[in-house]
């Protein structure tokens, strides 16, 4: 598999030392691959890094991960620093510069965000940099978090049309259960959903400075190859296989195709702020003819939000069946709700003859 563009994923539990803090000889290590195969191989490297809180506890004084956001926030913000010193210091053996990016998810779901997050991105390669990826953890509420890097590193690998996602981890591939009961296998290949029935995926790592264990990984690896993107997801000790197309680790082969840019940030990465109910003809219209949704169809709304929020659009069952991005704030809908947009733009004037969703902003989630 030749690959050019590549999106790597590391993990907190493959950068840090078992007593906590960052590992050195282990940033140095991935280091060294990836100068390798990017200048080896000519590839443009995309690399995105967790390790922030890991590497803020012990210089905080703290001996494991805390529970509260707050904390976690603090250690996040110690502790990216020290990681891409790390980095910076650890490349510049090779010459390489390396450039920070730090996302959060509400940014990217926004249609300025998403183009300003691609731009910064290409350019760097473009300029010979190499991008070093992690969510913004220390402005991020629990709202708007990834909360994981793996979709996080997914939905990039998307934003940057990379040919193949790398997803390292502590952990050689996908097992078929918990590869510390004895037993289990290495699954070499997935072609498909099919492949991963009856497979038991653990959600915590060993390790205990990890966040989702596998199940975020499969999950990340589901929409990376649904859109087109092949996974190897391996240890970091293959690093160097994975990067050269050599077979390591277990091979998530694409389902689908590239689709339309931000609507997978829109379904994957954004937290919606509220719910528009819609009536039997507006399902249909959005999610059988992809129309957009007018004011006519809406039926009610739930929460707190503001144009340009995402929101989820309900059948009359309550069923999330699209999520889009809203151009009315929620006090302006209730007097605009089931009016037509004509009647709307003769008594309120022509602002108000618009979608409540536009079609170009809406996601369908379940066909
Ligand atoms: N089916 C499985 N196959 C492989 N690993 C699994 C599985 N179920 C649970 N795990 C655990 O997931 C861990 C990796 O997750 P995590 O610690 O969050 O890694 P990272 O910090 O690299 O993101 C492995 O060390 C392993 O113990
Ligand atoms: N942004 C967080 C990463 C959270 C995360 O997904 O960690 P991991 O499961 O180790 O990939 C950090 O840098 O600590």
Do not use: C
Not at 96 to 102: A, D, E, F, N, P
């Amino acid at each position: 598999m030749e690959a050019r563009r590549v999106v790597v994923k590391v993990g907190s539990s493959s950068l840090t030392t078992a007593a906590g803090g960052l590992d050195a000889d282990r940033v140095d290590a991935l280091v060294d691959v990836l100068a390798k195969a990017r200048d080896g191989q000519a590839k443009e490297i995309v690399l995105v890094s967790s390790g922030a809180i890991a590497a803020g506890l012990a210089p905080l004084g703290l001996d494991r991960r805390p529970k509260d956001l707050a904390r976690q926030q603090a250690a996040a913000s110690v502790g990216q620093g020290l990681l891409l010193a790390r980095y910076t210091s650890s490349f510049a053996r090779y010459g390489v510069r390396v450039g920070q990016v730090l996302l959060t998810s509400d940014d990217v779901s926004r249609r300025s965000h998403y183009r300003n997050a691609y731009r910064t991105l290409d350019k760097l390669l473009a300029m010979g940099a190499l991008p070093i990826v992690n969510e913004n953890d220390t402005v991020a509420t629990d709202e708007i978090r990834f909360g994981d890097n793996d979709r996080l590193a997914a939905l990039v690998a998307h934003l940057v049309r990379a040919d193949l996602l790398v997803l390292l981890s502590d952990v050689d591939g996908l097992y078929d259960g918990n590869p510390s009961s004895p037993g289990t296998s290495r699954i070499d290949e997935v072609a498909g959903p099919e492949d991963l029935r009856g497979v038991s995926v653990g959600s915590t790592g060993k390790g205990g400075v990890g966040t989702g264990g596998m199940v975020t990984k499969v999950e990340a690896a589901r929409i990376a190859a649904a859109a087109g993107i092949p996974v190897v997801l391996t240890s970091a000790t293959y690093a160097a296989d994975a990067l050269s197309g050599r077979v390591t680790g277990t091979l998530f082969h694409r389902t689908g195709r590239r689709s339309a840019d931000r609507l997978l940030w829109l379904a994957h990465a954004s937290t919606p702020r509220g719910a528009l109910l819609l009536d039997e003809g507006a399902v249909r219209a959005v999610v059988e003819r992809r129309k957009s949704l007018l004011p006519a169809g809406v039926t009610g709304l739930e929460g707190e939000f503001s144009a340009g929020d995402p929101v989820d659009l309900l059948d009359e069952n309550g069923h999330a069946v699209a999520r889009g991005l809203v151009n009315f704030d929620a006090k302006e809908l209730p007097r605009l709700l089931g009016r037509s947009t004509r009647e709307l733009a003769r008594e309120l004037g022509p602002a108000y003859e618009r979608e409540v969703v536009h079609r170009d902003d809406l996601v369908v989630l379940h066909t």
